[in-house]
């Protein structure tokens, strides 16, 4: 108890120290560019990014997240964090980069567990799975001769070696609608269960999946059941609490193939800057131990790009 108290207070320290920089900061930004055209608000996202991840570099508090319960106590009191100066406003939020698996993966399946992810397709009323992940397979099989759908022929300037973001998913599912007359496909919270890495670089940890992530990886469980998962407080710190919390070996391998880990300690750290009507997104992943930044991407009202 006296470890997770001090734990606590090093981590409140670090939320009040973050606040007080990056509001100087803010401060001098917001007076500096008050009369600036809504283009530039991209040069003030970016200052405020690189005044973050310079905090975040030099913080000794961050660096002494070493294990899956100093990372479960950071993420819980530092999640969000809003910060207000002047006319500008700051949200910054703090979460497990291993919270989704990489959809590019889907490719290594072997027959058993394509039959799991149609059980979990059937669940949510996609009237034909098989086509669907046809249609997956083909866009992350590379330039060939021969796919097993006609989604090149519609769409022959598609990427073809793997899904590269949500857009690019989106028109796999817009292709999937009008070919199939129903939009089940488009229900389904992608954005909340899969990232699009190039590499199988991406891990879960199950003390950070939410509902759908366990419901694609595992389509036998109920919504209640999941929910419990979700909501268990203990950490999972290795298989056999998998085990115990009703999983089969066989299901505990398949998490393995999404390269399952209990601790990892890359960060997706998430800047919402607004000034009036206008906002940006910048959304970049950190390495606490090792204070790499990775995948920086940024998003305007009427742009996007990836650093």
Do not use: C
Not at 111 to 132: A, C, H, R, T
Not at 152 to 158: E, G, M
């Amino acid at each position: 108890m006296q470890k997770k108290g001090i734990a606590l207070l090093v981590t409140l320290f670090f939320i009040t120290a973050i606040m007080a920089i990056v509001g100087v900061s803010m401060h001098y930004y917001n007076k500096a560019s008050s009369n600036v055209a809504e283009s530039h608000l991209i040069v003030q996202g970016d200052a405020i990014m690189s005044d973050v991840i310079t905090f975040l570099q030099n913080s000794e508090d961050v660096k002494s997240v070493s294990d899956a319960e100093s990372l479960q106590l950071f993420l819980s009191t530092s999640s969000l964090i809003p910060i207000q100066k002047d006319s500008l406003s700051l949200v910054v939020m703090i979460q497990s980069a291993s919270d989704r698996f990489n959809i590019n993966d889907l490719k290594n399946f072997n027959e058993d567990l394509n039959i799991e992810f149609e059980e979990y397709l059937v669940k949510q009323g996609v009237s034909d799975p098989l086509f669907f992940m046809d249609l997956l397979r083909d866009s992350m099989s590379g330039v060939k001769e021969n796919y097993l759908s006609e989604l090149f022929v519609d769409k022959p300037t598609l990427y073809k070696e793997r899904l590269t973001s949500q857009e690019h998913l989106d028109e796999i599912l817009d292709f999937y609608v009008m070919r199939r007359y129903e939009n089940s496909v488009k229900t389904i919270p992608w954005s909340e269960a899969v990232t699009f890495n190039e590499t199988n670089s991406t891990f879960i940890d199950p003390n950070y999946m939410p509902i759908e992530v366990w419901k694609m990886l595992i389509p036998r469980l109920s919504t209640i059941e999941t929910q419990m998962i979700v909501d268990n407080e203990e950490l999972f710190k290795d298989d056999q609490e998998l085990l115990d919390i009703g999983l089969s070996e066989q299901e505990v391998a398949k998490l393995h193939k999404f390269n399952l880990t209990y601790f990892s300690p890359i960060v997706r750290v998430i800047l919402k800057v607004s000034k009036g009507e206008r906002t940006l997104n910048i959304e970049f992943q950190y390495n606490l131990q090792t204070s790499q930044v990775y995948k920086k991407t940024v998003k305007g009202s009427i742009f996007e790009f990836n650093i």
